[in-house]
């Protein structure tokens, strides 16, 4: 979801990683290929400065992870835990991030991606039990694939509503564009046929619904404010959650007229309350693990820029950006002050 040009856009994901990391990062695939766990920093400092997203592939953390079978040419399957299907889109700027989550009884998918590949496929070749989709929140980047489900559970807020009904807009065009990927388009889709499609919410749901899927329940939490209905998945007995866009490692997009800064910093410091009971957290974008502790640092920061007490960067007409070791805050340049909660 995003109007810059390429350079921007490579700027914008990758901005807050701050350069040690990406010291550390090359270092850590450097080792791995040697059998070395050893955490070191290299002297190859390039990769910080590098035009294009694609040169950036991959990205290191999925260097721990072993590539699914289920894999294809468009989407990257990993099983980060058993039953917990990472399906990655590392192709297309976006980065984005759906996962199945598979039960004894059913499975749920959060998310269905862009709705370039094709997502059904992939989902039918790890699981047959019947599929229940949710939506992190309704951003045309995570509900792409949703019209090839019947089961969609959904909140329903006047911004869903609106999204359920497909978009065939200039951004999403944008979204297949060639500064947009970095592999060809899979069969079939082209920049003038690709569109959000419409589809249907089979069933109203709410915060603090359960979803049972046999040996692992689901609760929802409501976490509005990157937009109104955004939400997070919670898993208390395994001390998972699911974040979508309200945290991933890199730019927290939060400059759309749809987001509510207010609503924002009452969701983070709610997550951040969870933080220490949680082993891990599952973001929507870039990388598919992150640890819990970033979202109490994440919540304190946010105050700190609300504050007004961390010095922003220009990044895009309109926006600044807020940075952290590896993540950051991207919101207007005439909407990131707020008065103390
Ligand atoms: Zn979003």
Redesign the pocket.
């Known amino acids: 979801?995003q109007l810059v040009n390429t350079k921007q856009m490579a700027g914008m994901r990758e901005g807050s990683i701050a350069l040690a990391q990406v010291l550390a990062a090359v270092l850590l695939l450097f080792a791995a290929s040697q059998g070395a766990a050893q955490e070191q920093v290299s002297a190859n400092a390039s990769a910080a400065d590098l035009d294009s997203f694609c040169d950036r592939l991959p990205r290191p953390a999925f260097a721990k992870l072993s590539k699914s079978q289920f894999s294809n040419d468009w989407f990257e399957v990993y099983e980060i835990e058993k039953g917990i299907w990472a399906i990655y889109e590392p192709f297309q700027w976006q980065e984005v991030i759906s996962y199945l989550i598979v039960g004894d009884n059913m499975a749920l998918l959060f998310d269905t991606g862009n709705g370039i590949g094709n997502i059904k496929a992939v989902i039918k070749k790890i699981t047959a039990m019947p599929v229940i989709v949710i939506n992190s929140?309704s951003?045309f980047d995570?509900i792409g694939g949703n019209y090839q489900f019947d089961n969609i559970a959904s909140i329903a807020t006047p911004f869903t509503i609106k999204n359920a009904k497909g978009s065939i807009s200039a951004r999403v065009k944008r979204e297949v564009s060639a500064a947009a990927l970095c592999r060809p388009l899979p069969e079939g889709i082209t920049r003038d046929n690709h569109h959000i499609r419409p589809f249907h919410i089979s069933r109203i749901i709410s915060e603090g619904d359960i979803f049972d899927l046999g040996g692992r329940k689901l609760e929802l939490l409501r976490t509005p404010g990157?937009?109104e209905d955004s939400v997070a998945l919670l898993d208390r007995d395994a001390g998972f959650l699911w974040s979508g866009?309200s945290f991933y490692e890199g730019p927290v997009?939060l400059f759309f007229p749809e987001t509510d800064l207010y609503a924002y910093r009452q969701s983070m410091a709610r997550l951040a309350r969870l933080a220490p009971r949680l082993k891990a957290v599952f973001p929507a974008h870039n990388t598919p693990r992150a640890d819990p502790a970033l979202l109490i640092q994440a919540s304190k920061n946010l105050e700190l820029v609300l504050a007004g007490k961390v010095a922003g960067v220009g990044v895009m007409d309109g926006n600044v950006e807020f940075r952290f070791d590896r993540y950051s805050f991207l919101m207007r340049k005439d909407y990131h002050r707020l008065p103390p909660p």
């Open positions: 979801m929140h951003h995570h990157h937009t866009d997009w």
